[in-house]
C-alpha cells in the first residue's frame, strides 16, 4: 500500500509525497457496543492498512485522491462538507486546524486493502493515517492520545457519526501478535497476546453508520440510563451497571431499553473475563464466550443480519469454537475461533472454510471471502522514497 499511495501521489500530482503515513483496519474480538457505553473492548489490529502520502498544496484547499478511483477531487477545506469518503479528510483537517497542528492547504493520494463499509473500521484507519500524515506535514507534534483524539472528533463531530473511541484506539495503538484490552470509561489498555487461529468471513452485507441504526441504539442506551439513574443517581455509564444485579435491571426497564441494557451490562462482564481467558492461553472457554456475545447481539441489541448468522451457525456446526459478528454489524463480518494456534487446526480450519462457503452459496448464490487474522502493528510513518 505505502508504494501504491506514493506512486499514485506522483501521477496525481507530480512529484514526491512530503510525508507518508499509515494505519491498520480492526476486529474487535469481544465487546461490542460497549465503548460508548463507557465499557471495555477487545480489539486488535489487522495486517489491511490504509496508507495516506502527503504534500503541500494551495492555503485553503485540500486535493484528493484514492486508488479507488483515481479521480482528484478539489476541495474547501473551511467550507461546505462534501460527501463521500472525502470528508472524513476535511473532518481531520479541521479537528487538526482548531488545535493549531493542520498545514495550510495539503495533496493527499489514499491507499488502502481495508474494505470499506465491512466492520473493519476503515474509517479509523483512514481518519488516523491522514491525521498522522497532515500533523506531520504541518511540522506539528501529535502523540498518541492526541493522534486518537483528532481521529475521534473528526468522525464524531465532522462526519456525524456519534462513535465511541475503539477504532481510533486500536488503529493507533495496535501492537503485533496482540488484542487490546480498552477500558473505554478510564482510557487503561492492557496488551493481551492472541495465542489463537481465527478466521475472518466477509459477507459482503455493506451497512452505512451513517444511515441512523447506530445512532438509534446510541440514543437507546442513553434513555435507559437515565432511567437507573432515577434509582442509581451515581451510575456514570451504562456499563458500569454490575453484572451481579442484572435481575434489578430486569425489573427497572422494559421492552426494547432492557434489551439493549442487558446486552451492554452481560457483554461488559464477557469482554473482561474474555480478556482474561485468553491472556491465561484458555482459548476454548474464550470461544464460548464468542458464542455468547453474539447471541447477545443478535437478540438483545438487534445488531446483527441473516447473512451473519448464517456464518456463525455454519462455522459453529463445523467445529469453530466460537464465532461472532465483529464491528458494528448489521452486516460485514464474522469472526471465527479455529482454536489455539499451537494446536494444528489444519482439517478442523478447513471443515470450517468448506461449511461455511457451502451453506453461504446455498443460500446466496456465492461465497464469502475469508481470510486468516494476524494481529499487525498501529499507525506509524512510512518511508517517502521509493527504492
Ligand atoms: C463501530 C464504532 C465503534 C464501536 C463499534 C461497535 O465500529 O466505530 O466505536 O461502537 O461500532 O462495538
Known amino acids: 500500500m505505502r508504494t501504491q499511495a506514493i506512486a499514485l501521489f506522483h501521477r496525481a500530482f507530480g512529484g514526491s509525497p512530503g510525508t507518508v503515513a499509515s494505519a491498520p483496519g480492526r476486529v474487535n474480538l469481544l465487546g461490542e457496543h460497549t465503548d460508548y457505553n463507557g465499557g471495555p473492548v477487545l480489539p486488535m489490529a489487522i495486517s489491511a492498512r490504509t496508507t495516506v502520502a502527503v504534500g503541500p498544496g494551495e492555503p485553503g484547499w485540500l486535493e484528493l485522491v484514492?486508488?479507488?478511483?483515481?479521480?482528484?477531487?478539489?476541495?474547501?477545506?473551511?467550507?461546505v462538507m462534501p460527501d463521500?469518503?472525502?470528508?472524513?479528510?476535511?473532518?481531520?483537517?479541521?479537528?487538526?486546524?482548531?488545535?493549531?497542528?493542520?498545514?495550510?492547504?495539503?495533496?493527499?493520494?489514499?491507499?488502502s486493502d481495508v474494505p470499506v463499509g465491512g466492520g473493519l473500521s476503515s474509517s479509523a484507519a483512514l481518519t488516523v493515517s491522514t491525521a498522522r500524515a497532515l500533523a506531520d506535514l504541518a511540522g506539528a507534534d501529535l502523540p498518541p492520545a492526541d493522534l486518537i483524539g483528532v481521529a475521534h472528533r473528526a468522525e464524531a463531530n465532522q462526519v456525524g457519526v456519534r462513535c465511541g473511541i475503539m477504532d481510533q484506539t486500536i488503529a493507533v495503538r495496535g501492537r503485533a501478535g496482540h488484542a487490546l484490552l480498552l477500558e473505554c470509561a478510564t482510557g487503561r489498555t492492557r496488551a493481551i497476546p492472541v495465542r489463537a487461529r481465527l478466521l475472518l468471513f466477509d459477507t459482503g452485507v455493506r451497512h452505512q453508520l451513517g444511515d441512523g441504526a447506530y445512532n438509534t441504539r446510541r440514543a437507546e442506551c442513553e434513555a435507559a440510563l437515565d432511567i437507573l439513574r432515577l434509582t442509581e443517581p451515581g451510575l456514570e455509564y451504562l456499563a458500569g451497571w454490575p453484572a451481579r444485579r442484572v435481575q434489578t435491571l430486569r425489573r427497572l426497564l422494559s421492552g426494547t431499553l432492557r434489551s439493549r441494557a442487558l446486552h451492554v451490562v452481560t457483554e461488559t462482564a464477557r469482554t473482561r473475563a474474555g480478556a482474561d481467558l485468553l491472556s491465561r492461553g484458555r482459548v476454548r472457554a474464550f470461544g464460548r464466550l464468542l458464542d455468547a456475545s453474539h447471541e447477545s447481539c443478535r437478540r438483545q441489541y438487534e445488531c446483527s443480519a441473516p447473512e451473519l448468522d448464517l456464518v456463525v451457525r455454519a462455522a459453529r456446526r463445523a467445529g469453530a469454537w466460537g464465532a461472532r459478528l465483529t464491528g458494528a454489524g448489521w452486516g460485514g463480518c464474522?469472526?471465527?475461533?479455529?482454536?489455539?494456534?499451537?494446536?494444528?487446526?489444519?482439517?478442523?480450519?478447513?471443515?470450517?472454510?468448506?461449511?461455511?462457503?457451502?451453506?453461504?452459496?446455498?443460500?446466496?448464490?456465492?461465497?464469502?471471502?475469508v481470510t486468516v487474522l494476524r494481529a499487525g502493528p498501529g499507525a506509524r510513518r512510512e518511508r517517502v522514497q521509493l527504492e
Request: aromatic fraction near 6%; glycine fraction near 12%.
Open 66 to 79: 484514492s486508488a479507488r478511483d483515481g479521480v482528484v477531487a478539489r476541495v474547501r477545506w473551511d467550507g
Open 84 to 111: 463521500g469518503w472525502t470528508r472524513y479528510i476535511v473532518g481531520v483537517q479541521r479537528e487538526l486546524a482548531a488545535r493549531g497542528s493542520a498545514p495550510r492547504g495539503a495533496r493527499l493520494a489514499v491507499a
Open 334 to 369: 464474522v469472526l471465527a475461533l479455529v482454536g489455539a494456534d499451537s494446536a494444528r487446526p489444519g482439517t478442523r480450519e478447513e471443515a470450517i472454510r468448506a461449511a461455511v462457503n457451502r451453506s453461504f452459496l446455498r443460500a446466496y448464490g456465492r461465497e464469502p471471502s
